[in-house]
């Protein structure tokens, strides 16, 4: 894998996530502290350090899952005070580490159902104009047919329950369900983990397509050659504090990375 640098496309936009002076707190216990970063479209920030560093924390920070200090700003709006379910309508998606899905559902309906009211008519249209509503479920199965293809889960997983298909496939379909109808800035935690050859390639393909649709990247990932390869900039952390920002070829040749993370420079 090679390294990549910002695209100068985008390297004097305006930031579309920047989140300054994050710090999260559990009593006396310190998880983070005063991290600040920023992403623009089109881009995507790697977010590594060790076990315990304050990486989820962080996620939980931005996506306001938790009490915090700091400021988050997308697209130049202070969105510090709206909470998860509305940073989602702006378009701030995320996937958590662990897969979830509603398992009694099939692959596709799983996707339809994060689909919101793309999909769904509400009570009143149902009632109203029951055809309308028939024809907005078609066009969304339509969609989430295209959209699953798209994201690496083959038509022939979309009707199976999602604990049917491979492991390799539900790493796929959790990025698709966080994605949903469209995301201005995704969040990936550790979206590599698990995987492997032809699955690992097929991942690089979609955050690579993702960056060029001008989607927003984070990701949280512990695969270097991963994480070095597709990233125009990385957050260092560990202890809960930034140890570094910069790019990937910033951070390989920085001592305090090298001892604290990626091993002590010979």
């Known amino acids: 894998m090679q390294v990549n640098a910002a695209s100068q496309g985008h390297a004097n936009a ?15 216990l310190i998880a ?38 700091g400021r988050v700003v997308l697209e130049g709006r202070d969105v510090t005070a709206v909470p998860p379910y509305g940073l989602a309508s702006l378009g701030i998606k995320r996937a958590f580490q662990q897969n979830a899905f509603f398992d009694d559902l099939s692959v596709m309906d799983n996707l339809i ?32 047919a295209t959209q699953l293809v798209r994201f690496g889960v083959p038509a022939v997983y979309h009707d199976r329950s999602p604990k049917e298909i491979p492991y390799g496939v539900q790493r796929m379909l959790s990025i698709a369900l966080a994605y949903g109808d469209g995301a201005t800035v995704l969040l ?7 995987l492997g050859g032809e699955d690992m390639a097929k991942l690089v393909a979609l955050l690579g397509e993702l960056k060029r649709e001008g989607v927003a990247l984070v990701v949280i990932e ?23 920002y910069g790019t990937p070829i910033e951070i390989q040749q ?13």
């Not at 159902?113 to 055809?131: D, M, T």
């Not at 990233?231 to 504090?241: E, F």
């Open 188 to 194: 990936l935690d550790e979206p590599a983990a698990g």
């Open 32 to 69: 983070l502290q005063n991290v600040s970063w920023e992403v623009r479209r089109g881009e995507l920030l790697g977010i590594i350090g060790p076990n315990g560093a304050g990486k989820s924390s962080c996620y939980d920070a931005v996506t306001a899952m938790v009490t915090r200090m």
């Open 14 to 28: 305006l930031p579309t996530l920047h989140v300054e002076g994050l710090g999260v707190h559990y009593g006396a």
């Open 254 to 266: 920085d001592a305090r990375v090298l001892e604290a993370y990626l091993g002590k420079p010979q």
């Open 222 to 244: 512990h695969h270097m050659d991963l994480i070095m390869a597709v990233a125009d900039r990385i957050c260092v952390l560990d202890l809960g504090r930034q140890l570094a």
């Open 113 to 144: 159902a994060a689909l919101g009211k793309r999909a769904h008519a509400s009570l009143f249209g149902s009632v109203v104009n029951p055809a309308g509503a028939a024809r907005k479920r078609a066009a969304a199965c339509d969609y989430a």
